[in-house]
């Protein structure tokens, strides 16, 4: 059974930092591209950051140089590192494991993130 258990979302003000945890468990983690999407209310979900197996990391333009994503082999668990937070990345974040030589994808259930003063 795969699970990807996110944690870590809240309440934070404009320039605050936050870190998001996913625990994946019920597949080869090192198979996987891991990534982190999120959706705001009356949008469409969109990517925020993924590291594939090899370590390549893409991002999404307007998080470039605020977020880093990680991930931890060892323990299967993948971070997202949030600094200089703005109102504009308030959205639900969502963890993900693409596996890289098929069409599986699976998905956490979601931590919100709230920026407001």
């Known amino acids: 059974q795969v699970q990807l258990v996110e944690s870590g979302g809240g309440l934070v003000q404009p320039g605050g930092s936050l870190t998001l945890s996913c625990k994946v468990s019920?597949?080869?983690?090192?198979?996987?591209?891991m990534g982190w999407y999120r959706r705001a209310p009356g949008t469409e979900r969109e990517l925020v950051a993924r590291?594939?197996?090899?370590?390549?990391?893409d991002y999404a333009d307007n998080v470039k140089g605020r977020f880093t994503i990680s991930r931890d082999g060892a323990n299967n668990m993948v971070y997202l590192h949030m600094n200089g937070l703005k109102p504009e990345d308030t959205a639900a974040y969502y963890c993900s494991a693409e596996h890289e030589w098929s069409t599986d994808k699976y998905w956490g259930q979601g931590t919100q993130v709230t920026v407001s003063s």
């Open positions: 590291k594939n197996s090899a370590g390549t990391t």
């Open positions: 019920g597949i080869i983690f090192s198979m996987h591209t």
